[in-house]
């Protein structure tokens, strides 16, 4: 009995190694095969100039910066009500109510639907009904309702995670309900409420069917969050679907990874420098 025990734990513990060797290899080929299609194309200029000529010519610095304009508005705009409404829910309504039901299971529909429905609300609601036309007001408030179930539903986890000692023990010393919740329930859970953000920030960084709705896919430098922008995501789709210039896609998508990857290890690594001080 021992025996097969022991050799059903080695398989499991084989077939998770592949697992995981076998998804670090797939991120690996593509960051490799991205990188040698594009590497020819990205120089100086082609980060600091404004595309033109449907991005036959030029760089991509404004979809550069329309990037991280849309992503700024949307992660400014979801993160505290996602972060409020994870609180509400977990601290101050009943676990089983039916009001968190409702909340909860609207947030996971919200999450499984598609981006171009997503898109085809913004595009009607806050480009038409609202009059705020194509613009990163309009992009960033879509991409904030997208991301926003991701926000809520792994806040709520972190927020589950905390053990009921520690709000127990410090009610106990005579501390408030919120004193509890913002001094020791909320920092105990900053590294899994900050996963759910930087699980935002890639989406929102690489989304394409929302912001070509809402954004538009103007060439020119945002400077306003009234003014249309153009993102990397938006950028690549039109280099590569129109067949523009699958050197400058390539090119663009490289970047993009770049971004994403350098976002991720940034935040991760504020995240732990954020840990070791709570520890300490």
Do not use: C
């Amino acid at each position: 009995m021992k025996h097969y025990r022991g050799l059903s734990e080695r398989i499991i513990n084989l077939l998770i190694w592949m697992g995981a060797i076998f998804v670090a290899f797939v991120l690996f080929a593509i960051v490799l095969y991205v990188s040698v299609k594009g590497i020819g194309a990205i120089s100086w200029e082609f980060i600091i100039q404004i595309p033109s000529r449907m991005g036959k010519e030029g760089g991509i610095s404004s979809a550069i910066v329309g990037t991280l304009y849309l992503t700024v508005v949307a992660i400014m705009i979801s993160t505290p009500l996602g972060i409020g409404s994870a609180v509400y829910l977990t601290e101050y309504q009943k676990r089983n109510s039916y009001f968190t039901r409702v909340v909860e299971m609207s947030a996971e529909a919200l999450a499984g639907i598609p981006s171009i429905v997503f898109g085809l609300f913004g595009f009607i609601f806050f480009v038409i009904y609202l009059q705020l036309g194509w613009s990163i007001l309009s992009g960033g408030l879509t991409l904030a309702i997208m991301i926003l179930p991701t926000i809520i539903r792994t806040t709520q986890e972190a927020l589950s995670a905390v053990p009921k000692e520690f709000r127990e023990n410090s009610l106990a010393l005579g501390a408030t309900k919120w004193q509890t919740i913002s001094r020791v329930v909320l920092p105990s859970a900053a590294p899994g409420i900050m996963s759910g953000v930087i699980l935002s920030i890639g989406r929102s960084v690489g989304e394409t069917a929302a912001i070509l709705l809402t954004a538009g896919a103007a060439l020119g430098m945002p400077v306003l969050p009234t003014d249309p922008a153009r993102s990397m995501a938006v950028h690549l789709y039109y280099l590569a679907a129109e067949g523009i210039s699958m050197e400058r896609a390539y090119g663009t998508a490289l970047l993009l990874i770049i971004m994403i990857l350098t976002i991720n290890y940034l935040a991760n690594l504020s995240l732990r420098r954020f840990t070791y001080r709570l520890k300490g």
